[in-house]
């Protein structure tokens, strides 16, 4: 039986990721029965819960506020909403809803507490619930905890050393640190990268590595093909091919045997058949719903016809953990502390992001 090493080297990951094609499917395969039923997909619905405006500088996000894109913002979506959504959700078939919010970090105060009363609701609907908030501090993820939060998502998108070439405005060890956190309680975490970004083969690996090392793994990993917005930094960025993709879901199924491999943004550019790889290399969770945060999605009926083409069938909740217990507000152990952490801010400058800044600026 595969068992899960924490300890995976770049060059062992690379030798994985370049093994001849039909090989490396079929280990993959092979690993993922082990662990996984290949038939059932667990399903997410992602909702922005306030979009646009964030301060961050990421050259693959059409959030940023410093970037040109067209991108309607919206303040914090109401409780009320939020509840709305989650129930078309779960009517069409996601067992869990992950909430975004165009933040670099949280910030204690009455939007962050409106956050929580979302995830209280959201798990009373017997829904798997998962938040990406930005950085959190171990106070706020307590807090989350305590809601009833199931999984706290944060990326590092990339390598150590290409992150460096894609964001300036924050450091890798603030993602890691912020993992840590999210450790400190008994929500899951979800972490994973994008591919397509100009990275080499060789940052490919370095994510694995870092994600890899993780003990214990993460338990879900969103696999993301860039999708290149104009006024981005990197909006000439060409799509990343589908053997891409499925040699980096291929490898992060072996490197990772129990983790949820999610198949991401990017699926628009994807055939079925080139799904149906994805999904027999080791892929085993999606998001449903027309649109990820700001970039397009299939639509949900979509996915339930390659669903029944397959023959899978969608993941019920809590199929991997039990169901969190939400504490009410009143109840609860953990209190606003008023934090207002210092985050690091690189101090280096990504000729690609300023160009993209400037140009913005001449636009608006």
Known sequence: MSETRHNWTKEEILEIYNKPFMELLYQAATVHRLHHDPNTVQVSTLLSIKTGGCSEDCGYCPQAARYHTDIEGNDLMSVQQVKAQALRAKSTGSSRVCMGAAWRNVKDGEEFDQVLEMVRTINKLDMEVCCTLGMVTENQAKRLAEAGLYAYNHNLDSSEEYYKEVISTRGYQDRLDTIDNVRKTNVTVCSGGIIGMGESEEDRAGMLVALSTLNPQPESTPINALVAVEGTPLEDQKPVSIWDMVRMVATTRIVMPETQVRLSAGRTQMTREGQAMCFFAGANS????????????????????????????????????????????????????????????PDHTIERNEAAKAKSKVLK
């Open 286 to 345: 999606i998001f449903a719903g027309d649109k990820l945060l700001t970039t397009p999605n299939p639509d949900v009926n979509e996915d339930m016809e390659m669903f029944a083409l397959l023959g899978m069938k969608p993941q019920k909740p809590f199929t991997k953990k039990v169901q969190p217990q939400t504490i009410e507000s009143e109840d609860s152990q953990y209190k606003s502390l008023g934090e207002k952490p210092k985050w690091t801010r």
